[in-house]
C-alpha cells in the first residue's frame, strides 16, 4: 500500500474555489485531479496519469489518500481514504458557473478530517508533503505527492494515525468492487446547497420581473408551489429549473412533470392554473422549442416557457 496527498484546490483562481472543492470532495467521498490522464495533454510530472493510476510510480486501487492543503504556513486537513479500483471522468461546475473536466477516484472507506477533533492530532511537520527538512517547508504544495513512509518516520507516524481514524488495518485496505459511479456530479448535499442558492437568485428575479410587467398576486412557495401569480384574471402556475450540471431538455422534463402533478392529479386542493410555465435560468435549445411548441398545438397544453436573460425574462407562447 502506497501513501499519497492529494490536494483539494484544482484550480488556484487565487484561492476562490476552494471552498467549493472542499464541498464537492465531502461530498461525494472522492478526491480529484484537473491534470488529464492523456499523456499528450498531462504536465510533465504526469500528475494526471500518476493519479488516475495509468503511469507506473502511480495510485494504486487500495492505496490510503490524503487531501490536504497549507494555509497561511498551516496544513489543514479535509479527507481521508483508500482509493478504489477505477478512476473516472467527471464534468464540476461551480456556483460561478465554470466547469471543469477532471478525473475523480472514489474512496472507500472515507473519514471526514475537517471539523473533525481527531484531526487536531496529526502532524504534517517533516513529513515528505511538508518540505526537505522541518526547517524547510514548502512554501506551495503540488497537486500529488508520495509518501515514503518507508524512510521518513514523519510519514509513517502520520500514516498509522489516518489509518487508526479509519479503522481499517494497512493489510485490509482494499478497494471496493463497485462499479463506478455516474461521472456527473450535480446532486450532493454541498451541491444542493449550492442549486438552491442559484434557485433563490431565480425566484427573486421572476418574481420582480412580473410585477413590473404588470402580472398580479405572485406568491411564491406555497404547497411545493414556486410561482403562483394572476395575469389580468387568468390564474398561472411556474414552476422554477436551475440548469446547474443539467442540460435544459432535463430541467424541462422535470418542471413538465411537476406541473401536469400540480394541475392534473386527482384530490388535490390546489384550484388547477389556466396558464403554465416552465422558468428556466437559461434560454432552452431550439430543440426544446420545437418540442414544447409541439405539446402545446398537438395536446392543447396551456403552456408557456420564460428564461433569465441579463435581468431581464424573455417569453415564448404558442
Known sequence: MQFWLVSPNIDMKGGRTLENWKEIILGHHAVFMGWPPKRSRDGRQRLGGRFAGTDKNGIDPGDLILSAFRENWGWRFVACGSATKTAVPADVTLEDGYSYRVTRRNLRPFKRLQDDPNSKRLSMKGTTADGRSPAHPRRVVPALVKFKPETNPADKQLLDKLMK??????????????????????????????????????????????????????????????????????????????????????????????????????????????KCFVVLDERPTDTDMRFLKRLCTAMKLPLSVCWRSGNAFQKKTW
Open 165 to 274: 481514524l479509519l479503522k481499517v488495518p494497512p493489510e485490509q485496505a482494499t478497494p471496493d468492487t463497485t462499479f463506478p459511479e455516474d461521472g456527473y456530479l450535480r446532486a450532493s448535499g454541498p451541491q444542493r446547497k449550492i442549486i438552491l442558492r442559484r434557485h433563490n437568485r431565480l425566484s427573486n428575479a421572476f418574481a420582480k420581473w412580473l410585477t413590473e410587467h404588470g402580472y398580479r398576486d405572485v406568491r411564491r412557495e406555497e404547497g411545493c408551489v414556486d410561482v403562483d401569480f394572476r395575469d389580468g384574471t387568468t390564474t398561472c402556475r411556474a414552476e422554477l429549473k436551475v440548469c446547474y450540471g443539467v442540460k435544459t431538455r432535463q430541467a424541462i422534463r422535470e418542471a413538465l412533470g411537476q406541473l401536469l402533478e400540480y394541475n392534473y392529479y386527482p384530490h388535490q386542493y390546489r384550484k388547477p392554473a389556466k
